[in-house]
């Protein structure tokens, strides 16, 4: 499995769950793969770091990514909170 390929996968991931939970037409259904697709975003964090550590990249190549990351999942968990409370 390549490294690269493998960050793509999850970030492709954090989209692919939002729109399969959007299509439920269920709260409770789609706060399910909104938690899919932060889960997402921390694995893409995760490669990100150990990107840094294995040495293909340096932490200045990498910090607005990891930052964007946070920022997409802060988001999602204000959209988790916003549909628990609309259940």
Not at 75 to 81: G, Q, R, W, Y
Request: charged fraction near 30%; include cysteine; hydrophobic fraction near 40%.
């Amino acid at each position: 499995m390549d490294f690269k390929d493998q960050i793509k996968r999850a970030v492709v991931s954090i989209s692919n769950n939002i729109a399969e939970g959007s299509e439920y037409n269920n709260n409770k259904q789609f706060v399910r793969f909104l938690k899919h697709a932060k889960g997402s975003c921390a694995e893409v964090r995760s490669m990100l770091i150990l990107s840094v550590e294995l040495e293909f990249c340096s932490k200045t190549e990498i910090e607005e990514a990891i930052n964007l990351s946070v920022e997409i999942s802060k988001s999602l968990s204000k959209f988790i909170e916003y549909l628990k409370l609309r259940a």
